[in-house]
């Protein structure tokens, strides 16, 4: 008997909801439909205000983006439920990352926050809905994130490779996974395509720099790249993670101010340093913490832009790099899968947090459930 859940996802890009319905009763998911759905605009437009300024944004409004946000959700599932045929009372239940309007893992006390009311989602669409993943591990001490791996390893580890997981979406997280009995590693390594479509933004109308082509008409300007590589938090071991918080427009704007730069660089020159930092920190964080990697797997959006591919794999000449694809996973669905996959752990009472990933101080089961 198909064991259905459905994955919702949106990422700190906000370029959209992954929704995914998948058959989990084998250990290996079948994806068995999968859709990008666009934000309503007037929702975007206020997530992004909220996020990028969260000190303008009254308790009113954000009770009521929660709300508004919810009902987006709830609307999302039943539009991917109805186009995979399959009703609501056989799908087991949603998995609900939230939109992350803060995520605060190292303030006192520590916090991440997301939006989107489960209870809406479990009240229109009929479904048990399961959400607010990160906060228990927080509570446990952990970071609050990644929480991919344990799906990662569950997916894509093997006995005979040294594997990694390179996810590039508005951050970028990695996962070691060793083919020894070793603890599965994983944290964020920095930005993954922030920077790069911000500065894009502020160029061009389209969503982003489609394959890094406007990049590769552009030269790195190694002073810019170096000054961007100084952030302490590229410095900082395991366990960590970051967010829009951290890494953002406004951030590479002081660092752009601060930098006696001899003429005015051309904006496609700033794109591709944009490019380079991305990629070499990346590459930085896969030699000091995954040098005994032989394959690197990625996923994510990033894993589309070919230029960011190139330099990732150019700075790692001894590691295979390819896309999740080749693996049985499509790159653009991994993290929607990932919360089905959780929201099923959830429900079954097991833990979906790795301790030697987020620091928490022990296994937890992770997030709410909201009862169909
Ligand atoms: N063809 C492409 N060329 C270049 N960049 C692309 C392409 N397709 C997607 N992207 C990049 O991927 C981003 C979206 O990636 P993704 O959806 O994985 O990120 P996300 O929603 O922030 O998820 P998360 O942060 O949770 O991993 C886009 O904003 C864009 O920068
Ligand atoms: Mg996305």
Redesign the pocket.
């Known amino acids: 008997m198909a064991e259905y859940y459905l994955g919702l996802?949106?990422?700190?890009?906000m370029?959209g909801i992954?929704a995914v319905l998948v058959d989990l009763q084998d250990s290996r998911p079948e994806l068995v439909c999968a859709r990008t759905f666009a934000w309503p605009e007037a929702i975007q437009q206020q997530l992004s205000q909220v996020i990028d300024q969260p000190e303008t944004v009254s308790l009113q409004t954000l009770g009521q983006l929660d709300a508004r946000v919810g009902e987006t959700f709830a609307m999302t599932a039943n539009a991917l439920a109805r186009e995979a045929g399959i009703p609501a009372q056989d799908i087991r239940a949603i998995g609900s990352h939230g939109q992350t309007l803060f995520h605060a893992p190292d303030s006192q006390p520590a916090f991440s926050h997301q939006c989107g009311d489960p209870n809406r989602i479990a009240e229109l669409t009929g479904i048990t809905t399961v959400a607010d993943f990160r906060r228990r591990d927080i509570a446990a001490g952990g970071q609050g994130a990644p929480l991919v791996p344990a799906f990662h390893q569950a997916m894509f580890s093997s006995p005979e490779q040294n594997r990694a997981i390179l996810?590039i979406?508005?951050?970028a997280n990695l996962t070691v996974l060793p083919a020894t009995a070793n603890p599965v590693l994983g944290f964020d390594t920095g930005p993954?395509?922030v920077l790069?479509?911000s500065w894009y933004h502020r160029h061009h109308t389209g969503?982003?720099?489609?394959?890094?082509a406007w990049a590769a008409q552009g030269k790195c300007i190694p002073a810019l790249q170096e000054r961007l590589l100084e952030h302490p938090f590229l410095q900082q071991p395991p366990p960590k993670s970051t967010g829009r918080e951290m890494f953002c427009g406004n951030w590479f704007d002081e660092q752009l101010d601060a930098l006696p730069l001899p003429a005015s660089p051309k904006a496609e020159d700033i794109q591709r340093t944009l490019l380079e930092f991305t990629a070499r920190t990346i590459a930085d964080a896969v030699r000091a913490y995954a040098a005994e990697t032989r394959q690197l797997l990625v996923c994510?959006?990033?894993a589309?832009?070919t230029l960011l591919m190139q330099r990732i794999a150019g700075l790692l000449e001894a590691i295979e790099t390819a896309s999740t694809e080749a693996f049985g996973l499509h790159p653009d669905w991994v993290?929607a899968v990932a919360f089905a996959w959780l929201a099923k752990a959830t429900l079954a009472g097991q833990p979906g947090n790795l301790p030697s990933v987020t620091g928490a101080s022990h296994p937890v089961i992770l997030g709410a459930i909201y009862p169909a």
Request: aromatic letters at 4%; glycine letters at 34%; zero cysteines.
């Open positions: 996802m949106s990422g700190t890009s370029d992954d996810n979406g508005g951050m993954g395509n790069m479509d969503p982003y720099d489609k394959g890094g994510g959006g990033g589309h832009n993290e």
